[in-house]
């Protein structure tokens, strides 16, 4: 166990400065959005899982394994911030980062190891595929969560939804084509719980989330190993320095 604690510290190491910059400012916005309102355990609970959910997706921006910790928690608190909004979706979208993001790293020995030097990139095979599960996912969810519950914005949420779910399994499958995905996420998201704060269901801080996330997104495009060829041969050589060292 004391290992695994050395393990997941060692994953907060060695991320470009970049991510630690956009978290303590993620970090402080959050802070002031949760001061500047009444505090309640919805707030609170709000707070922990945007300041965990920021540090899991920079995490993966820096092809760190330690999301899947930090996932799993964010994605708890989440699920019910998602269920007092009524944006049911959203809650789906959780349990699958759950599913394709964060379970796998806690159980797979290979997604813990140097996960910079499995990146791959699309063909156009596969970018049919993933384009059009997208939309067969919007629609069907949209579809289903308009018939089947009260969800106020059910194709918003399912336009939120349907791309999240596609750029989490694409991320399971270690493509960095992932970040265009993430990218439109961040906007849906913006929209979705904008619209949501306006209607009184749910407080700034998940519309703040998603403006960090979509910066996040930006970064991934430039300083990220997922693309930045340099970075990537960095983070290589740090995680086989240290696989060496540990063993």
Known sequence: MLNYFKFLFHQLKGW???????????????????????????TVVTFIGTTLGVLCILS???AKSVNGVLGIISAICFIYVGFSAKNYLSIGEQIAYM??????????????YNMAAKIRKFTGKVWVIAIVSTIIVYFI???LIQRFTD?????????????SLTAGVISFLRYNNQYYWWLASGLAQMVLWYISFRHGSASLAMFVNSSVYLINDVLA?????????????????MEEEYYHLSH
């Open 16 to 42: 470009p400065q970049q991510n630690y910059y956009l978290f303590f400012f993620s970090l402080g916005c959050q802070i002031m959005t949760l001061v500047n309102q009444p505090i309640t355990f919805l």
């Open 60 to 62: 993966i921006n820096a």
């Open 99 to 112: 599913i394709t993001l964060d379970i796998p790293v806690l159980l797979s020995k290979e997604w813990n």
């Open 141 to 143: 969810s949209g579809t």
């Open 151 to 163: 969800d106020p914005r059910p194709w918003i949420d399912a336009i939120a939804f349907s791309i």
């Open 221 to 237: 495009f430039t300083v990220s190993p997922w693309y930045n060829k340099k970075e990537r041969e960095r983070m290589q050589a």
